[in-house]
């Protein structure tokens, strides 16, 4: 009988107890990849928080603009606690405060602003206002979107106006971020276009049936304001200044800029000239759309 290899047993050994020593890492470098396998393919993007971004100072605005629509927050920043929103009246249905809740509320009466004095809907003479106040939050915002849910008592002449410090009693220093007065030209009704060559998109959408009324009329007209689709027809005069009388304000002193820094703001008021029916003009909500700032 021949003997055996001893020394070919003994290599057998050694490479059994090297792969005994290399086995339970390697399993649990296994577990390790078929979990992160499991948390990629699964995982639900909507479900991460909202992004908030803090954009630095200086002149250059316009990559301040670009870096704070790029990154956009998926909620409204009017939302958040602090925020407060006043009104010009307080009419006969919800405070001013219902245009923020955190969610959107649905009664019909308790829910929604009107410049209304009864259910009748009949209109409180003069122009209205709504005013979105961002400064208890201590920084300011960059807007890249702002979506107005009317009830079925909507306008569309109205302005949307941003300014960094406190509004004054005179009214002066507002900044025009989008007028809703008829443009000329080709824009229709789903745009605005002034004398700086600015195209601001503004789409509608219309579901529900108001329940006070008989015949079909929506309970909702939403209009989206959205700078993101923003179309500069010209880049010159950036900065300008117009008399209020001018703009239909009523007076003081409303300043103009295509460069974005209207909406670099603390304050942001939309600013109604008149109803589109003859009812008193109603709002469910305000949402503003952006970007923290410094």
């Given at each position: 009988m021949k003997p055996?290899?001893?020394?070919?047993?003994?290599?057998r050994r050694r490479t059994r107890a090297r792969m005994a020593m290399l086995l339970p890492p390697l399993l649990l470098i296994g577990v390790w990849i078929r979990v992160a396998i499991?948390?990629?393919?699964?995982?639900?993007?909507?479900?991460?928080?909202p992004v908030v971004v803090v954009v630095g100072g200086?002149?250059?605005?316009?990559?301040?603009?670009?870096?704070?629509?790029?990154?956009?927050?998926?909620?409204?920043?009017?939302?958040?606690?602090?925020?407060?929103?006043?009104?010009?009246?307080?009419?006969?249905?919800?405070?001013?405060?219902?245009?923020?809740?955190?969610?959107?509320?649905?009664?019909?009466?308790?829910?929604?602003w009107q410049a209304a004095s009864d259910m009748g809907g009949t209109a409180i003479p003069?122009?209205?206002?709504?005013?979105?106040?961002?400064?208890?939050?201590?920084?300011?915002?960059?807007?890249?979107?702002?979506?107005?849910?009317?009830e079925a008592a909507y306008a569309e002449d109205y302005r949307v106006e941003g300014?960094?410090?406190?509004?004054?009693?005179?009214?002066?220093?507002?900044?025009?971020?989008?007028?809703?007065?008829?443009?000329?030209?080709?824009?229709?009704?789903?745009?605005?276009?002034?004398?700086?060559?600015?195209?601001?998109?503004?789409?509608?959408?219309?579901?529900g049936q108001s329940p006070g009324v008989k015949r079909k009329m929506p309970l909702h007209v939403v209009h989206t304001i959205d700078w993101t689709t923003m179309t500069h027809a010209r880049d010159a005069d950036a900065r300008r200044e117009k008399t209020g009388n001018d703009?239909?304000?009523?007076?003081?002193?409303?300043?103009?800029?295509?460069?974005?820094?209207?909406?670099?703001?603390?304050y942001l008021r939309v600013y109604i000239r008149r109803p589109a029916r003859g009812w008193g003009v109603s709002l469910w909500q305000v949402d503003v759309f952006g970007a923290v700032s410094n």
């Open positions: 055996p290899n001893r020394t070919v047993s003994g290599g499991r948390i990629l393919t699964t995982a639900d993007i909507d479900e991460r928080p200086g002149d250059d605005r316009a990559a301040r603009a670009g870096r704070a629509i790029e990154i956009e927050r998926r909620r409204p920043v009017s939302r958040d606690p602090g925020v407060i929103v006043t009104s010009s009246t307080r009419g006969n249905l919800g405070p001013a405060a219902v245009l923020n809740q955190n969610p959107p509320g649905t009664d019909w009466l308790k829910d929604r003069g122009r209205h206002w709504i005013l979105v106040d961002f400064s208890s939050a201590g920084s300011a915002i960059f807007v890249s979107k702002i979506v107005l849910d009317w300014r960094l410090d406190p509004p004054p009693p005179n009214d002066d220093g507002w900044c025009v971020l989008y007028d809703g007065a008829a443009p000329d030209g080709d824009a229709g009704n789903d745009a605005a276009v002034d004398d700086r060559g600015i195209i601001v998109r503004r789409s509608t959408e219309e579901y703009l239909e304000s009523g007076g003081g002193v409303v300043v103009v800029d295509d460069d974005g820094s209207c909406r670099h703001l603390r």
